[in-house]
C-alpha cells in the first residue's frame, strides 16, 4: 500500500540542499522575518517587541524594502526638525548622519570593503582578501568621501528644488522624504535582486561580518523576489509618483551593471558587494531626483 508523502515545495528542497533550517510559514512566521530584516539591517532593537532568532533570517530578505521605508522615514523627520533650527545644508548633513547610525553604517562600511577590494585587487583571490581586510585603505578613504559628498550635494539640490509650502511640514521636507523613502527602498531591494540571480561567494567560515549574506544564499526564490519587487514598486510610486519611471530604470540599471562587474571580477557577490550597490543604487536615486530634467 502506497504510503502518503507531505508535498515539499521548491524552497523546502533548496533549505535542504543548502542545510538551512526549513522555512517557516504563516502570518506570525512573516512577522518574524521582518523583525529579522529590521534587526539584521538596523539599530533598532525591534527583538524586545517581537520575537526572532537566525532561522529566520532566510525568509528576512522579503522585507528589505519595508526596512529601508523605515531609514528613508527617519531620515525625512530628522531633516524636517532640523530644517527648523538651521539651513539646509546642516540639516540635509544631520539627516543623512542619521541614516547612517541607525543602520550602523552596514552598508557604508560594505562600500569601503569593496572600494579597497576592487580597487586594489588584480585576482578574484586578491579582491577577496582585501575585503576581508579590516583596515581602511586610500581607495575606501577616497570612494566614501566621494559619495557622501555627492548624497549630500544632491539632496542639496532637491531642497533647492522643492516647491515652497509653509507650515507644519515644508515643501523642503516632502521633497527629502520622498527622495531618502525611495532611495533606501530601492537600495535594499538591489541586494535582494542581486542575491537572486548571483552565486553568493565567500567561502564557509569567514567571521561574521564577512559571511553576512550567507543566510539569503539560496533563500531568495523567485516568488519572494517578486514579492520584495512589488513591496518597493508600491512604496516608491506612493512617494515618487510621477517620477518612479526615471528613478525605477537608474536602479535597474546600476543594479544589473554592478552584477555584471561582481561576475566578472569575483564569479558572485558578497555581503560587501550587496552593501556596496545599495550605496550605489541610493546616490543614483538622488542624482536623478536632482537632475535637470
Not at 6 to 29: E, K, M, N, Q
Not at 30 to 44: D, H, K, P, S, Y
Not at 204 to 222: I, L, Y
Request: aromatic residues 6%; glycine residues 10%.
Amino acid at each position: 500500500m502506497p504510503t502518503n508523502t507531505p508535498h515539499r515545495s521548491t524552497l523546502d528542497r533548496v533549505s535542504d540542499a543548502l542545510g538551512l533550517p526549513p522555512p517557516r510559514r504563516g502570518v506570525r512566521a512573516q512577522l518574524r522575518a521582518c523583525a529579522a530584516a529590521i534587526t539584521f539591517l538596523t539599530r533598532i532593537p525591534i527583538g524586545a517587541v517581537v520575537a526572532h532568532d537566525v532561522n529566520d533570517l532566510p525568509g528576512a530578505a522579503t522585507y528589505f524594502p519595508v526596512v529601508g521605508l523605515i531609514v528613508g522615514v527617519a531620515g525625512a523627520i530628522v531633516f524636517g526638525l532640523a530644517a527648523r533650527m538651521w539651513p539646509p545644508t546642516i540639516a540635509v548633513m544631520l539627516s543623512v548622519t542619521f541614516t547612517v547610525w541607525i543602520t550602523g553604517a552596514l552598508h557604508e562600511d560594505a562600500l569601503a570593503d569593496a572600494f579597497d577590494g576592487f580597487g586594489g585587487g588584480w585576482d578574484r583571490a586578491q579582491v577577496l582578501s582585501i575585503m576581508k581586510d579590516s583596515r581602511v585603505g586610500s581607495y575606501a578613504l577616497v570612494g566614501v568621501l566621494l559619495v557622501i559628498a555627492l548624497k549630500l550635494a544632491a539632496l542639496r539640490a532637491i531642497v533647492d528644488a522643492a516647491p515652497v509650502r509653509r507650515g507644519l511640514v515644508t515643501g523642503s521636507a516632502i521633497a527629502v522624504g520622498r527622495a531618502m523613502i525611495s532611495a533606501h527602498v530601492l537600495g535594499r531591494w538591489s541586494s535582494v535582486a542581486l542575491i537572486a540571480d548571483h552565486a553568493y561567494v565567500r567561502a564557509a567560515g569567514a567571521n561574521e561580518r564577512e559571511g553576512a549574506g550567507r543566510p539569503f544564499a539560496g533563500a531568495v526564490t523567485r516568488i519572494r523576489l517578486a514579492a520584495t519587487t512589488a513591496l518597493a514598486l508600491l512604496i516608491t510610486v506612493l512617494a515618487l509618483g510621477r517620477a518612479t519611471l526615471a528613478v525605477v530604470v537608474v536602479t535597474g540599471v546600476v543594479v544589473w551593471l554592478a552584477g555584471r562587474y561582481f561576475e566578472r571580477r569575483i564569479g558572485g557577490i558578497t555581503g560587501d558587494a550587496l552593501g556596496a550597490a545599495n550605496q550605489l543604487v541610493e546616490l543614483a536615486v538622488y542624482l536623478t531626483l536632482a537632475a535637470r530634467w
